[in-house]
């Protein structure tokens, strides 16, 4: 049964960070592309960050560009968002998923049960 178990979200101020991991199992991540997407109240899932099987160079959708930065330890079988300078409009639902087809989607084979961030003076 494959697993994708979020964690690390919570409430921050403005100009704050946040570090989510996601541990996965039941599957061979290796063979996956991996991707963090968010939904926002009230709004759709967009797609967050995406990287490649191997790790190589991530894409990021534009309003995070620069702020956040994913990773993700094969060996381990974890997927990481480390996410500075966070903005109110970053608050949401943050889910990581997985795909055996890459590159940016809005359908994908897995996906977890989400982590909320919360971003409020």
């Known amino acids: 049964q494959v697993q994708l178990v979020e964690s690390g979200g919570g409430l921050v101020q403005p100009g704050g960070s946040l570090r989510l991991a996601c541990a996965a199992s039941?599957?061979?991540?290796?063979?996956?592309?991996m991707y963090w997407v968010r939904q926002a109240p009230g709004k759709g899932l967009e797609w967050v960050s995406a990287?490649?099987?191997?790790?190589?160079?991530?894409l990021y959708r534009d309003s995070v560009k620069g702020r956040f930065t994913m990773s993700r330890d094969n060996a381990e079988n974890t997927l990481y968002l480390q996410m500075n300078n966070l903005k109110p409009e970053d608050t949401g639902l943050y889910y990581c998923?997985?795909?055996?087809?890459?590159?940016?989607?809005?359908?994908?084979?897995?996906r977890g049960q989400g982590t909320q961030v919360t971003v409020s003076s």
């Open positions: 990287m490649n099987r191997g790790g190589g160079p991530t």
């Open positions: 039941g599957l061979t991540f290796s063979r996956y592309w």
């Open positions: 998923a997985g795909s055996l087809g890459g590159g940016i989607r809005n359908t994908y084979d897995y």
